[in-house]
């Protein structure tokens, strides 16, 4: 399991989660997801546009979320893995977890 408990908590704590996919030209495309419902190892965020993220996951599917929380303290999560938009979610699958505070 890569998304432990207190991931989880980080996560969905988060008042807004930032997802970064990459451009067709190598750079990172950096957007405010809003919130994140964890679900395993994936984060599933609601479609409101996202429409060059989209572009973006079908040409590319590596993707990055990034949650603070001040809850109990600081704490902060960047999560690695993959990206994919189905119906109206996108689900991002993480393989790497990083402690960032």
Excluded: C, W
Aim: hydrophobic content about 40%; proline content about 4%.
């Amino acid at each position: 399991m890569v998304i432990s408990e207190e991931a989880k908590k980080i996560i969905e704590g988060s008042s807004f989660l930032t997802l970064v996919t990459v451009n067709p030209d190598g750079t990172p495309h950096p957007i405010v997801a809003g919130k994140g419902e964890v679900s395993g190892d994936n984060v599933v965020f609601g479609i409101y546009k996202m429409e060059e993220t989209r572009k973006n996951i079908l040409k590319n599917s590596n993707a990055q979320v990034l949650g603070a929380t001040l809850t109990d303290g600081p704490k902060g999560i960047r999560l690695s893995g993959t990206a994919k938009a189905e119906d109206k979610k996108l689900i991002f699958t993480a393989v790497r977890a990083e402690k960032l505070i």
